[in-house]
């Protein structure tokens, strides 16, 4: 974990040298459409710099938020279509591990029980997000109800990490290993969140209470 949490710090510095820039746009968006397929890199990294640096003056938050949202959805969106254009090797390519296989099969069973809510929640889980936008490839979700959720999930996602940068640049300056665990805290909150009201909006269901 101290290792992970190393690398990040490095490459928070790394990013930071250049957030200033405006080109740093161009950045976020980039990092946050390559997360979504190949999740390699942290774009929440890259939007909580965003947000600091509009909190400095430099950047618009507005922008940063769009061109976050942006790339993420976009991101999600190319997932998708991998998933629904190479549904059989990727399946085989997860079906050559156990943990990988059961890794789909929960992403499949959840999406066929919970949908558009699985979207949600998955964007604010780092790589586990990049499993359930594949697999809605893989299963044929409806293209325009995955673009529906994805696009609100990807505002959403965007707005707490920038605005997270924005709010508390100047101590996520101080200690970048800070800025990650917070974020993460903030992701894990927010599933719990839509978790909870999936599980009574099901009892309220179970009841008669909603149609």
Same mark, same amino acid.
């Given at each position: 974990?101290?290792?992970?949490?190393?690398?990040?710090?490095?490459?928070?510095?790394?990013?930071?040298?250049?957030?200033?820039?405006?080109?740093?746009?161009?950045?976020?968006?980039?990092?946050?459409?390559?997360?979504?397929?190949?999740?390699?890199?942290?774009?929440?990294?890259?939007?909580?710099?965003?947000?600091?640096?509009?909190?400095?003056?430099?950047?618009?938050?507005?922008? $940063?938020?769009?061109?976050?949202?942006?790339?993420?959805?976009?991101?999600?969106?190319?997932?998708?279509?991998?998933?629904?254009?190479?549904?059989?090797?990727?399946?085989?390519?997860?079906?050559?591990?156990?943990?990988?296989?059961?890794?789909?099969?929960?992403?499949?069973?959840?999406?066929? $029980?919970?949908?558009?809510?699985?979207?949600?929640?998955?964007?604010?889980?780092?790589?586990?997000?990049?499993?359930?936008?594949?697999?809605?490839?893989?299963?044929?979700?409806?293209?325009?109800?995955?673009?529906?959720?994805?696009?609100?999930?990807? $505002?959403?996602?965007?707005?707490?990490?920038?605005?997270?940068?924005?709010?508390?640049?100047?101590?996520?300056?101080?200690?970048?290993?800070?800025?990650?665990?917070?974020?993460?805290?903030?992701?894990?909150?927010?599933?719990?969140?839509?978790?909870?009201?999936?599980?009574?909006?099901?009892?309220?269901?179970?009841?008669?209470?909603?149609?």
């Amino acid at each position: 974990m101290l290792a992970v949490l190393a690398v990040l710090d490095d490459l928070f510095n790394g990013l930071e040298k250049v957030s200033t820039s405006q080109w740093f746009y161009v950045i976020i968006f980039f990092i946050a459409f390559l997360d979504s397929v190949f999740p390699v890199v942290p774009s929440e990294t890259a939007v909580i710099l965003g947000g600091i640096a509009a909190g400095q003056g430099h950047l618009n938050i507005a922008a $940063v938020i769009f061109l976050g949202a942006a790339g993420a959805a976009l991101g999600d969106n190319t997932a998708y279509a991998i998933g629904h254009r190479f549904s059989t090797p990727i399946q085989n390519w997860y079906a050559k591990k156990d943990k990988r296989a059961r890794k789909l099969e929960w992403a499949n069973d959840q999406l066929r $029980v919970r949908g558009g809510s699985l979207l949600l929640t998955a964007r604010f889980i780092p790589g586990g997000r990049t499993v359930v936008t594949i697999s809605s490839g893989i299963t044929r979700q409806p293209r325009r109800r995955f673009a529906i959720f994805v696009g609100l999930a990807c $505002v959403v996602w965007a707005s707490y990490a920038a605005i997270l940068g924005f709010i508390a640049g100047e101590r996520f300056k101080e200690s970048h290993t800070k800025a990650f665990v917070i974020a993460f805290i903030a992701a894990v909150a927010f599933s719990g969140l839509l978790e909870i009201v999936q599980h009574f909006r099901k009892k309220r269901k179970a009841a008669g209470l909603l149609p």
